[in-house]
């Protein structure tokens, strides 16, 4: 299923035009369940299960950075990708700082913010974000392939409810 995921992405490219092919591929989430309303929560055990979820269907994406604003919830629901990954989550809280380092390297990476900051990244990078993420919308991840810095292809995809 993970491999379909990039063959979906280099499908969109090669009908879009992309040329050569994508410079990269960034896959963006809000973070996963939370446990209230605080400040900085933790994530529910719903929450824990849905960022295990994510990782195993990103297992085989080839992910080589993963960003995180500085919150419990985000850095958590990172954790599982960078640990399969061995690698360090970068933390941004500046989106035009974030995304002007994606323009700037290219590679495949996840991105995990926010119900506001995930539609918002996406727009920066010439994506479509479509409608505001509502409160209890969970399972959104986008896949953006960037081609010369800019999307060129949008596709948003919906995470299976991790509830038994």
Known sequence: MNRLL???ASLVCL???????????VFLVRHAEKVDDSR??????????????????????????VYSTDFIRTRETARPVAEEMEAE???????????????????TALIVGHSNTTPQVVALL?????PP????????????????????ATTVLRLPDPSP
């Open 40 to 65: 900085d929560p933790d994530l529910t055990e719903e929450g824990r299960a849905r960022a295990r979820m994510l990782a195993a269907l990103l297992q085989d994406a080839g992910i080589e950075a």
């Open 15 to 25: 009908v879009l035009g992309c040329s050569p092919g994508p410079d990269s591929v």
């Open 6 to 8: 990039l063959l979906g």
């Open 126 to 130: 010439g994506g479509e974000p479509g």
């Open 89 to 107: 989550i970068e933390i941004y809280d500046d989106l035009d700082e974030l995304v002007a380092r994606l323009e700037a390297t290219p590679r």
């Open 133 to 152: 993420i509502s409160d209890d919308e969970y399972d959104r991840l986008y896949l953006i392939v960037l081609s010369e810095g800019k999307a060129s």
